[in-house]
């Protein structure tokens, strides 16, 4: 069975320049999950999608974050534009469901920002 | 508000001792609870979870972890460490509608030869 897959793995940008991530979850995985783990720190979640439908987003910096999943199954993440803070790993997740279900993580990308 | 607290950035043991990780939990409600392991450069990997059935669990690698709701714990142990077993581990708690997640700020665990 193939994994969560992300690209790029690695992303070096200068401030105020847009960035998008990309991640397949797993076949037939219903919820899927995007996370900022800052060096140091655990993943936060930034937002989380049921099928095609957001039903967290409350930690996302909508100013300037955005996602989608247009058809329920991959997804996009974009910055922009992004700041110095937002270096940091982005992982990709993806779950069955979302009732008590393991959470299978992609191996993230990571972005500086200069 | 659910959170998760991690006692001890950094943990260091000897090869072939005890291996003990410290959690503790805040919800109003009751938890699903879950220990996740993350090697250098990769995602994370989950150990094991408690989702209400017993309250001893046990996952990979010869891990476990006891639930007490008494003193809102999730403690990780395994007997005796391998040098595998170095790397970053999370605890983590989901609650509510969606199970939204939260994770603590992780646990380095080094094993010294």
């Known amino acids: 069975e193939a994994g969560v897959a992300q690209s790029p793995r690695y992303k070096i940008i200068e401030k105020r320049q847009s960035v998008a991530f990309w991640c397949n979850p797993i076949?037939?995985?219903?919820?899927l999950y995007w996370y900022q783990q800052i060096l140091g720190q655990g993943p936060k979640l930034l937002i989380q999608?049921?099928?095609?439908?957001?039903?967290?987003d409350s930690q996302l910096p909508k100013d300037r974050f955005s996602a989608e999943r247009l058809k329920g199954v991959d997804s996009t993440l974009k910055i922009q534009p992004a700041k110095l803070e937002d270096s940091a790993v982005y992982l990709c997740?993806?779950?069955?469901?979302?009732?008590?279900?393991?959470?299978?993580f992609g191996p993230g990308t990571r972005l500086l920002v200069l | 508000a659910q959170s998760v607290t991690q006692l001890g950035s950094h943990v260091s043991v000897s090869e072939g001792a005890l291996v003990l990780l410290r959690c503790n939990y805040s919800?109003?409600?009751?938890?699903?609870l879950f220990w996740y392991v993350q090697y250098p450069n990769q995602g994370l990997q989950l150990l094991l979870k408690?989702?209400?059935?017993?309250?001893l669990v046990k996952g990979i690698n010869g891990f476990e972890a006891e639930f007490k709701k008494s003193e809102t714990s999730f403690h990780l142990t395994k007997p005796s460490a391998h040098m595998s077993d170095a790397a970053e581990y999370f605890c983590?708690?989901?609650?509510?509608?969606?199970?939204?997640?939260?994770f603590g700020t992780g646990t380095k665990l080094q094993v010294i030869p």
């Open positions: 997740a993806s779950s069955l469901d979302f009732r008590g279900e393991t959470q299978y």
């Open positions: 076949s037939g995985h219903a919820t």
């Open positions: 999608f049921q099928n095609n439908g957001v039903v967290d």
């Open positions: 919800s109003s409600v009751p938890p699903y």
């Open positions: 408690y989702t209400s059935a017993a309250t």
């Open positions: 983590a708690v989901s609650v509510g509608s969606y199970q939204k997640v939260t």
